[in-house]
């Protein structure tokens, strides 16, 4: 904390309440984010060029050359939903190399297992924080809390998670683990954190559990929600704590300016950037994110299994023999051209994307490679339609009105791929024009 505000308390405990800080007071700027979700980089489309560990490090890298004071946390699910051991190691290397203060755990960092989460934190000094989660031996996983001293004052920092399942299919990560509920543990951690001239919690839970975590828990400055899609731009003030949020996939840093004191209460001031286009990557982060590429190429991440599978994987020319009228709709599509996007923004070597941009990737009889089946290198009528060209042969037949569920679609087009993805807005651009208007054509 900035020698401003320790000696604005000061002032403040001499004079009484209405004592005023320093016009200009040097400031200390704690910075915050959430909902990572394993991005090192954003993958360069037109549609997501935002996020990614890559550009929050290069702006968090650009504050502590610009301030004297910076203080780093995060609300947890920095790694990914789908665990891949190469993925999860690069993000850690980044994490340790990044220097920040404090990690609050998410059910993505428990989904690891406990014994993978704390074999990477001490191998790369990492700062995880959780309150209110402990072994079947009743000890707490991580530290509790981290206290950091900032130009001679104190900053008490503390992390609870939601007692919840997550994700689709629901990701269960408390397995041998004992969830105290957070409310009770945040009590906990404010009266032990006391003597802290600024208490931060990193709440990963609803935006309602943590409006709720602010409203039952006094004492409490300043609450960095996670694992929630709100996005509060200037921050929300519930009694005397400062809400902020940036919503998910790690699309916006946030930054608290910490001006003074005012009646006994840390003066905050909150601000955010959007790691878009415009702002530059870490250089040295993208070069671990090569590294990932070229370790990981040609090693398939897991398998969502979201997505239908057919009984064996087939070109869309494969169905043009007989459906020539949706055949034409469909080579209109991006879908037909799915590989050359990733191309074209080259992530072509990028297992994740490659995942998304092909067919049957990762599975028997599924995509290898352009030089070895290219004609499964996009989006064809199986994603779909999961019948083979030979099902009226066998008397197979499909449903006439295909009922595109948006989980299906988002089973790709989720919040970290395709984050304005628009599942009404892009449904129609993909159907097959009536039978009727086809003849008549």
């Known amino acids: 904390m900035a020698a401003a ?3 604005a308390a000061a002032c403040a405990a001499a004079n009484g309440p209405g004592c005023e800080p320093p016009k200009t007071p040097p400031r200390a700027v704690l910075l915050y984010s959430a909902d990572n979700q394993g991005v090192l980089a954003a993958c360069g489309c037109p549609s997501n060029p935002s996020g990614g560990l890559a550009k ?9 050359r610009t301030r004297p004071h910076v203080v780093v946390v995060d609300a947890g699910d920095v790694f990914p939903d789908r665990p891949s051991p190469i993925k999860v190691k690069y993000v850690a290397m980044v994490l340790g190399r990044a220097r920040w203060d404090a990690i609050g755990l998410g059910d993505q960092e428990f989904a690891l297992g406990v014994p993978r989460l704390l074999e990477l934190a001490r191998e790369h000094n990492l700062p995880l924080v959780c309150s209110n989660v402990r072994d079947e031996g009743g000890n707490f996983v991580v530290a509790r809390h981290v206290i ?12 609870v998670v939601a007692d919840e399942d997550y994700g689709w299919p629901p990701l269960e990560w408390r397995k ?56 509060l731009p200037r921050g929300q003030r519930i009694g005397d704590t400062l809400l902020v949020a940036t919503g998910e996939v790690g699309r916006v840093l946030g930054a608290v300016s910490i001006e003074g004191v005012q009646q006994g209460t840390p003066l905050l001031v909150n601000e955010m950037t959007e790691l878009s286009a415009r702002v530059p990557d870490a250089s040295w982060v993208m070069d ?15 398998d969502w299994n ?23 709709d469909w080579k209109a599509t991006r879908h037909a051209r ?23 990737y990762g599975r028997q009889g599924g995509f290898v490679s352009m030089a070895k089946t290219a004609g499964l290198g996009r989006v064809t009528c199986q994603a779909c339609h999961v019948v083979t060209s030979d099902h009226a042969d066998r008397n197979i037949k499909p449903e006439p009105k295909i009922n595109i569920h948006s989980r299906l ?6 919040p970290v791929q395709s984050p304005d993805f628009d599942y009404f807005v892009a449904k129609p651009k993909i159907l097959h024009r009536p039978p009727g208007a086809q003849s008549k054509k």
């Open 5 to 7: 505000l320790c000696a």
């Open 56 to 64: 929050r490090q290069a702006l968090i890298e650009q504050y502590r």
């Open 148 to 159: 950091r001293d900032v130009a001679g004052c104190r900053i008490g920092i503390f992390s």
């Open 176 to 231: 041998g683990l004992k969830v105290e509920p957070p409310i009770e543990a945040a009590r906990r951690e404010v009266k032990d954190l006391a003597s802290c001239d600024l208490l931060v919690a990193l709440s990963h839970q609803s935006i309602y559990d943590t409006r709720q975590l602010a409203a039952q828990v006094p004492g409490i400055h300043l609450i960095v929600s996670g694992h929630d899609p709100a996005i």
């Open 288 to 302: 671990l994110y090569w590294k990932y590429v070229a370790e990981s190429k040609d090693k398939p991440p897991p």
């Open 306 to 328: 979201l997505t239908p599978v057919p009984e064996r994987y087939e070109t869309a020319e494969a169905c043009l023999k007989c459906h020539p009228a949706e055949y034409k």
């Open 338 to 360: 799915a590989y050359e996007s990733i191309k074209k923004a080259r992530r072509q070597d990028d297992p994740e994307c490659i995942l998304c941009h092909t067919m049957g």
């Open 409 to 414: 679609c988002m089973s790709c087009h989720g």
